[in-house]
């Protein structure tokens, strides 16, 4: 945390995000909705509780990729190296699922190059927990993306 918020330079009007910087990162719900929808079950939502945990988690994986791992990428790769580098990273974290780790590193490039345009975490964080959720209420046996489960958990 410490890397991360000593590696952004503090920013006037922070607070005063255009409706533009919060809806750019929402721009894959309706995909992430569509993915849901693949598998043909019924929506069901994992509750208020789990969607606030999930967004602190969210948060702070954004904040692990985008004010600590993206930045220093930037200083030793090329810009679009560095957003495809922090995106594969982002990919590999949730390894072995294959099918979460292809949407993972769309999903993490369109997001690092969301930050890279308006330097604002909130929205993406908020964005990432929106279309994770949305893809936790729609998994059924059909689905696409089978789990969200990562690691060993998946392997069972």
């Known amino acids: 945390a410490r890397l991360g918020w000593s590696s952004t330079p503090a920013r006037q009007g922070e607070a005063a995000t ?3 910087r919060w809806l750019r990162p929402l721009a894959l719900l309706p995909i992430a909705l569509l993915l ?3 598998g043909h079950a019924r929506l069901i939502w994992p509750g208020i509780g789990h969607g606030l945990v999930y967004l602190v988690w ?5 904040a692990l990729m985008l004010r600590v791992v993206l930045p220093r990428m ?3 790769l090329p810009a679009g190296l560095a957003l495809l580098a922090t995106a594969g990273l982002f990919m590999l974290l949730h390894a072995p699922n294959g099918e979460l ?3 993972c590193l769309l999903a993490e490039l369109y997001w690092a190059w969301c930050y890279r345009r308006d330097q604002r975490l909130l929205p993406i964080a908020v964005g990432h927990a929106a279309a994770a959720l949305l893809l ?3 998994m059924g046996p059909q689905s696409l993306i089978r789990s969200l489960e990562v690691s ?3 392997m069972q």
């Open 152 to 154: 060993a958990r998946f």
């Open 36 to 38: 849901a929808r693949s």
């Open 136 to 138: 936790q209420a729609g």
């Open 18 to 20: 255009g409706i533009a």
């Open 74 to 76: 930037q200083r030793s």
């Open 58 to 62: 969210a948060l702070l994986q954004q």
């Open 101 to 103: 780790m292809q949407a």
